[in-house]
């Protein structure tokens, strides 16, 4: 096994160039691509894919350490192979040689460490497959029984019909704080209107969220049903699930469909979220009120808005009119699904 970490950080940037070069990983693949996050550097090797964590600090996660930034790499692993679990290999040091040398998966002081995976084939991904139209009505429904096998297996989480519907005032006040920043240039009145909706629909049918905690539907879910992250091989898998707070993955599966027919929309294709959230609901019996799941549209609607105007704030993002173009199309989306409670 690798030693314990060494004392002092290893600049991040003599981490990734090393592991930009073909020569680090073990099959010497032809090339490297590389993709950076706010939160990661992915490197695609061959048939692998690399992740290191950036050591970053937010208020809803730490990365700050070397064992901070292990622990959640294997936190990942294990939450993301329940939805996953032929992809997510495990997690791999990064060490120093006492020469300096880096090496991946060797033995020695660990400076860091990477979550290793399959390599998914890019072109099966959903919202690649919904972007040249090839997903299938077979493919819908393997989707729709891959989730609902996944949270029939879920255990229900104990959460207080009080707390739930709080959790939602208060996100949709920050919601709406954030996205009322005069630097992000967009609508207030139509910002602050989207905000007194959701809380009006709070305050007038609460009960009906109330009713999803009483009848123990929350569940320890994916956190981030994207069409980005879910891969239609024969056997579909979903990847990236927020693992680095737990909160953020108690869900309501309703919530959770209605989160990934609402992207399924903004790509253009609202039949195929709408199918994946219809053969659930039937399949589990569960009957949740229409005017539920148009809350549970706009009110990710709204997050997404948010996660997206954040990008032009980061010194690295260059497009800083495509994240507010996405976050204007949020936004209409919230705004139509508003309209029909």
Not at 230 to 258: G, M, N, Q, S, W
Not at 270 to 292: F, H, I, K, T, W
Not at 313 to 340: I, M
């Amino acid at each position: 096994m690798p030693n314990a970490p060494i004392g002092l950080e290893t600049p991040v940037d003599t981490k990734v160039a090393f592991l930009r070069n073909p020569d680090a990983y073990p099959a010497r693949p032809a090339a490297v691509e590389v993709i950076e996050t706010h939160m990661s550097w992915v490197f695609l090797s061959g048939e692998f894919v690399y992740k290191l964590k950036k050591p970053v600090r937010y208020e809803f996660l730490d990365f700050s350490t070397v064992e901070a930034r292990r622990r959640n790499c294997e936190r990942e692993v294990g939450l993301n192979r329940r939805l996953a679990a032929g992809v997510y290999c495990g997690v791999v040091p990064l060490v120093m040689h006492s020469d300096g040398r880096l090496q991946l998966d060797g033995e020695g002081p660990v400076v860091d460490w990477l979550v290793k995976m399959r390599r998914l084939p890019a072109h099966r991904m959903l919202d690649a497959a919904i972007r040249s139209k090839t997903v299938s009505g077979d493919d819908i429904l393997r989707l729709s029984r891959v989730l609902t096998g996944f949270y029939r297996r879920s255990a229900p989480v104990a959460v207080s019909a009080f707390d739930y519907r709080k959790r939602f005032e208060d996100d949709i006040r920050a919601n709406l704080a954030e996205l009322a920043k005069p630097q992000f240039k967009l609508s207030l009145p139509q910002i602050e209107q989207l905000a007194r909706a959701q809380l009006d629909f709070i305050d007038e049918r609460g009960a009906l969220l109330e009713l999803r905690a009483r009848e123990h539907r929350i569940i320890d879910a994916h956190g981030d049903l994207r069409p980005e992250h879910i891969c239609l091989t024969p056997e579909p898998v979903i990847i990236d699930c927020l693992e680095f707070k737990r909160e953020y993955r108690l869900l309501d599966p309703a919530d959770e469909l209605a989160y990934l027919a609402m992207e399924c929309e903004r790509l253009g294709a609202a039949s195929v979220g709408g199918q994946v959230l219809r053969q659930y609901l039937e399949a589990a019996n569960d009957v949740p009120a229409d005017a539920l799941i148009w809350f549970y549209k706009a009110f990710r609607a709204c997050l997404r808005a948010k996660i997206a105007i954040w990008h032009i704030t980061d010194h690295e993002v260059r497009d800083t009119n495509k994240w507010r173009q996405r976050a204007f199309d949020y936004l209409g989306l919230a705004q139509s699904y508003v309209q029909k409670w």
